[in-house]
């Protein structure tokens, strides 16, 4: 699979984000919804009902992170809203496989998440039930962070357990990617990467993000795993 860019509206300008949407919209494949609650990460931003409004006007489908408690009961909702990615992490998660299948049921590419301190063998048997697998490569709840390079190994294992396992999985990766990032990342297996502060802190975005993509293709044309 090509890379996909996922430019995260946190860094977006909350005020105006039908606006920040659309300026990236002819150059990315996704926008990141990062959904936080104050109790599963330290941070609030924004929930359901801005995701429904973003959806009336976002020529984009929306990439939801759940990072909550709870996702088994407020997960679906954002399927069934339209979303057409949905990411539930797997330290909340109590019933992931039935909450993935409903994620699925909904319409929605089903996502799990893991955080950096995870160990991503633990969750091997479930990649028959998702359709990506999210590496954080920060530590969840604020934007701007600087990227954990001891990640890299594990999206490394990532994606030899999906290759391993020969389901059509895609790696994502979120936290700290940027143009000094995102080729290790794509070296080390990640098709799929998120991108704040590197997409929204440029003058022109929708360039941030075309100039990360051509980063990510020829990194990956000349990756071990490609």
């Not at 959806?55 to 408690?69: G, N, T, Y």
């Not at 301190?117 to 479930?126: I, K, M, N, Q």
């Not at 701007?144 to 994502?172: E, H, T, Y």
Request: aromatic share 6%; proline share 6%; charged share 25%.
């Amino acid at each position: 699979m090509a890379p996909q860019i996922s430019p995260s509206i946190l860094s977006a300008d909350f005020a105006n984000l039908g606006a920040d949407v659309e300026r990236i919209a002819d150059a990315a494949d996704w926008v990141h919804v990062d959904v936080m609650d104050n109790h599963f990460v330290p941070n609030l931003t924004l929930g359901l009902p801005v995701v429904e409004a973003l959806l009336k006007s976002s020529r984009l489908p929306l990439d939801c992170h759940l990072m909550i408690e709870d996702p088994d009961r407020w997960a679906p909702a954002y399927a069934e809203a339209g979303a057409g990615s949905v990411t539930i992490h797997a330290e909340a998660a109590r019933a992931p496989v039935r909450t993935l299948r409903a994620i699925r049921a909904a319409g929605a590419r089903a996502s799990l998440g893991i955080n950096p301190g995870t160990a991503v063998e633990t969750y091997a048997d479930l990649l028959g039930e998702v359709d990506m697998l999210l590496l954080m490569t920060v530590e969840p709840g604020f934007g701007g962070q600087s990227f954990l390079d001891m990640v890299l190994p594990k999206v490394r294992r990532a994606r030899k357990l999906i290759r391993d396992a020969d389901k059509p999985v895609w790696l994502q990766v979120d936290g700290g990617v940027s143009a000094e990032t995102i080729e290790r990342c794509a070296e080390a297996g990640a098709d799929v990467f998120v991108a704040g502060s590197a997409v929204y802190g440029a003058d022109d975005p929708a360039e941030a993000v075309r100039k990360l993509r051509a980063q990510a293709e020829a990194a990956t044309a000349n990756a071990d795993w490609s």
